[in-house]
T-cell receptor
């Protein structure tokens, strides 16, 4: 069965510093991996995806994610954090034989000024 | 940019009552989904819908739940007899193409509170 794990409930970073939000996955077959962000009282916004090709994928708002097959990881990164990046971040995997998305438990990112 | 819209934003209902949550997917999308998020917990898949029928449903989506696309624009989730544990945020999502790598686009959700 497909699954994702986000080992950190919360990540705290000072503005201007690099940030990493961790995600590991378990899939059978090729992974289809996604990152979504949820701002307060809003739905899930798509940030980026990995399907195939370059291990470093770039997405919205300056975010990027690095796919590492040997470590089965797909960590979300940003070189310089902004206070406005504070939100809940979800890693997700697409079930390769079905249509649903399986979400991780979410990581709350807090950027302090 | 086109959006998925959901109404109402907040629904308060007495236990045992029926509730209908409404969604207007992006206009040219063909695949539709409902997810829910109980407060403080992860987002869980409920059901997917394509070509006027359910493609897949989770264990959560029992006989109390149903989905419908009554016209060309709306996609609804009905809970026949609500329970306290149905209290959650319910998110609608849609997708335009069948390819597995296409992202789903989510609405802002309906907060359902069962009293």
């Amino acid at each position: 069965a497909q699954s994702v794990a986000q080992p950190e409930d919360q990540v705290n970073v000072a503005e201007g510093n690099p940030l990493t939000v961790k995600c590991t996955y378990s899939v059978s077959g090729n992974p289809y991996l996604f990152w979504y962000v949820q701002y307060p009282n809003r739905g899930l916004q798509f940030l980026l995806k990995y399907i195939t090709g370059d291990n470093l994928v770039k997405g919205s708002y300056g975010f990027e994610a690095e796919f590492n097959k040997s470590q089965t990881s797909f960590h979300l990164k940003k070189p310089s954090a902004l206070v406005s990046d504070s939100a809940l971040y979800f890693c997700a995997v697409r079930d390769s034989s079905a249509s649903k998305i399986i979400f991780g438990s979410g990581t709350r990112l807090s950027i302090r000024p | 940019e086109p959006e998925v819209t959901q109404t109402p934003s907040h629904q308060v209902t007495q236990m045992g009552q029926e509730v209908i949550l409404r969604c207007v997917p992006i206009s040219n999308h063909l695949y539709f989904y409902w997810y829910r998020q109980i407060l403080g917990q992860k987002v869980e898949f409920l059901v997917s819908f394509y070509n006027n029928e359910i493609s897949e449903k989770s264990e959560i989506f029992d006989d109390q739940f149903s989905v419908e696309r009554p016209d060309g624009s709306n996609f609804t989730l009905k809970i026949r007899s609500t329970k306290l544990e149905d209290s959650a945020m319910y998110f609608c999502a849609s997708k335009g193409q069948r390819m597995l790598d296409q992202p789903q686009h989510f609405g802002d959700g309906t907060r359902l509170s069962i009293l």
